[in-house]
């Protein structure tokens, strides 16, 4: 199964690398990332975090058209400071990368899918949201709540 990047966008956040991915290591913070339309339907439920970052899981709840929807997501990579990769249990794949640069941080979010399906995803991303927007959306979000 192959993961197909559809969406990613970047941003600069004044603020160190150790400070962005500790923020961003919280899977509470990445929901309240997202717009505020998104967030006011879903919520953070059964975080379980380990040690070494891999193999935590989380789960968020919501409503997605008229359906109850509950995603698990399993953190597959996890290097500090450099790497976090989020595999939602319904195919999409959620990657933040932190890399320093001159006077902070630039932060990557990117999202893409997952499935045995072809086409499955693509279908869902293009009536399920508008990824490049929200990705914009959520970066603003995350620069906002680190920079204050």
Not at 22 to 34: C, G, I, Q, S, V
Not at 59 to 69: D, E, P, T
Request: no cysteine; aromatic share 10%; hydrophobic share 40%.
């Amino acid at each position: 199964m192959t993961t197909k990047t559809l969406h990613e966008r970047s941003i600069h956040i004044d603020a160190p690398v150790e400070k962005v991915f500790d923020y961003m290591k919280d899977p509470h913070h990445f929901l309240e990332a997202f717009p505020e339309e998104d967030r006011s339907n879903m919520a953070i439920s059964e975080v379980n975090l380990t040690a070494e970052g891999v193999g935590s899981t989380f789960s968020m709840v919501g409503r997605m058209f008229l359906f109850h929807v509950k995603w698990v997501l399993t953190r597959e990579e996890y290097v500090p400071n450099e790497r976090i990769v989020d595999h939602a249990n319904l195919g999409g794949v959620w990657t933040s990368t932190f890399e320093p640069d001159e006077t902070g941080t630039t932060l990557s979010l990117a999202f893409g899918w997952s499935s045995r399906v072809p086409l499955v995803g693509q279908v869902a991303d293009r009536v399920g949201w508008n990824g490049d927007a929200d990705l914009e959306i959520m970066l603003a979000n995350v620069k906002k709540a680190i920079e204050t």
